[in-house]
């Protein structure tokens, strides 16, 4: 049976939350910056320190490192604020949410000294080099290969959907480095410096137009050997526990948030159908956001709900796309990517940006199979 | 007994009478000053059919779907923001059933004498019964989860379990989650029994009994669809419950319009401190 667990935040909960609703009021006023959708917001490094100021970054990391050693729940209040915000929080997202605790998890000490205060500080950003042309749901298929060499390894290959790599500093590459009867052996994390030689950098142009995605291809990249992440061919398992626990944030069920907050800003709820699509929607978020906390709780406690977190992912994910559909059709004209309107905006935005809600991070009709396993007599 | 006790039993033990004559009948008594007598009463839920008139301390008029009416010996009913109670033995009862064949009757009050009580707010009994039925529901979905994972993984057909299949899987998955978001909004209705919190818990609720209903009875195939098979009687009752007590027009409407009221600066606020920021 899953695991799900309703629970009230504690006064210390509240007073975070408080208090980053205040900081984000007094740093990024309603009005003075252009608000983005989830994780494809805006990238911002000073805005990504000034959270790191605050304690705000790789806030789950131990003290020596720069962390606040805060919990998942923590973490889950200041990331919704962020997110439900529209705030600008490209730089710093894949370092603080998955590479500062794969680093801490499975790096080496020198890793960890090197990296993760730079984290905490705001000062590295990362990419996540996973799916390639002929691995997308399917990763173990990843055909990049790493071979040994004189103090490290040689990769080559091409990664494929490697979210700002043209703008981040490092890539933590999947590859493989040997041929395994079981293919899900044999499989490396590498840290890869995105300005390394041989490494080049080709945008993909998203249905929107914008160029966040890339092509990376690597043609004999040196990476030295203090640059493995954790056991040569345990990259696997490492990769699958970095996915499967981070799956269920807040970031699966708010990218949408903003089109009905601005929907309601500049139209209001004049009739029974803009005041039923509001209450549909937020009984949603409601119900789903009760779900996905009760997920960084059991992770507090040291569980490891992975079957939960990927039931709530599909449910968010789905959800993200209802919403948006309950409000475009309060909508009667077409729409215009460049109105004036910052609703018109945001909803054009959202509708274009919609299709890759069920697919990253896990297609969602992997997610039911994953989820599946566990609904088991 | 607290009602966040009721709830429990109601999700726990499903569907009897207790919802109706202790949680709302008995709690209406004790509002109006009326309790004591031990004898079993049902609520009129109040309907905009409803016709209800009160001359000399003697009750006329038509209430309609009044759960158990026939086997209560009391019926109450609100008028004006007070409670009427009349003895069962003092109305003409129209038998009348929901879609699981519960029993929802017309109640035909001519001159009926009438004990009332003051200070009850129509508004707060509707929200009551709502609470009651997201608990019911909750518990209905729980036990139709546990009969769908069950079935599957021991029904076989093409030589293996229903369960292996990737599309049958799909359905599995979406019960569970329909399952768990009831599970929560009940768990959470029960703490904190606020208008929002009530909306938001029955529109989810709602949602669920068609979706996870329907996907429940494709896994269990014809046989789902037999009068005696369990499935039925949870879904039966499921749809018969949506109905009752606010279906999804009446709730999203309501908790829009209070959403609305605060203000948009106030949705994300009203999402994670539901009624103590917005009331609905």
Known sequence: ?377 | MTVADGLAVLRECGPDRTAETVLLGEWLLAQAGLSGEGLAVTVAPGSARDSVVLRDGRVSGTAHRVPWARDAARIAVLHDGRALVVDRAAVTIQPRVNLAGDARDTVLFDGAVARSGPGVDADALFLRGTLMRIALMAGALDRLYEITVRHASHRRQFGRPIGSFQAVQQHLVMIAQQAALTSVAADTTARRPGGFEIAAGKLLANRAALSAGRAAHQVLGARGTMREHPLGQLTRRLWAWRSEYGDEHHWSTRLGAGVARAGADSVYPAITGGSTVVSV
Not at chain 1, 180 to 206: M, S
């Open chain 1, 1 to 377: 049976m899953l695991r799900f667990a309703p629970s009230e935040l504690t006064d210390a909960e509240l007073a975070l939350q408080a208090e980053v609703r205040e900081f984000l009021d007094a740093e990024l006023p309603r009005g003075s910056f252009a608000p983005g959708l989830g994780m494809a917001a805006g990238r911002d490094k000073n805005f990504s320190r000034a959270l790191a100021a605050r304690g705000w970054l790789g806030m789950s990391l131990p003290r020596r490192y720069g962390g606040a050693e805060r919990g998942v729940v923590d973490r889950f209040i200041v990331v919704e604020e962020l997110l439900r915000w529209g705030a600008p929080i490209r730089y710093h997202w894949v370092a603080d949410r998955q590479t500062g605790p794969l680093i801490l998890r499975y790096g080496t000490m020198a890793q960890r000294e090197r990296f993760l205060p730079r984290i905490c500080r705001g000062e590295v950003s990362f990419s996540i080099g996973m799916s390639e042309s002929e691995a997308g749901s399917d990763l173990a298929a990843v055909q990049t290969r790493a071979t040994r060499t004189d103090g490290g390894w040689r990769v080559s290959g091409t990664k494929l959907w490697t979210g700002g790599a043209h703008e981040n500093d490092w890539c933590v590459v999947l590859c493989r480095t040997s041929d395994e009867d079981d293919r899900h052996q044999g499989l490396t994390q590498l840290i890869v410096d995105l300005r390394a030689p041989g490494l080049t950098v080709r945008p993909i142009a998203y249905l929107d137009g914008s160029e966040f995605f890339n092509e990376v291809v690597l043609d004999d990249v040196f990476v030295a050997d203090d640059l493995v992440v954790g056991e040569v061919g345990a990259g696997w398992a490492q990769n699958t526990s970095e996915l499967a626990y981070e799956r269920a944030g807040p970031e699966r069920w708010l990218s949408t948030y903003l089109v009905a907050e601005q929907y309601l800003r500049e139209h209001g709820a004049t009739d029974e159908r803009a005041e039923a699509a509001l209450g549909e929607a937020v009984a949603g978020w409601w119900g789903i956001r009760t779900l996905s906390l009760s997920v960084a709780r059991l992770l507090d406690a040291g569980q490891a709900p992975a079957a939960e977190a990927a039931l709530v992912k599909e449910l968010g994910t789905r959800f993200e796309q209802e919403v948006l559909d309950t409000i475009w059709r309060l909508v009667p004209d077409d729409l215009d990517p460049a109105a004036e309107s910052l609703f018109e905006r945001l909803l054009a935005a959202a509708i274009l940006g919609a299709p890759s809600f069920t697919i990253r991070g896990g297609t969602n009709e992997i997610l039911r199979s994953v989820a599946a396993r566990a609904l088991r007599a």
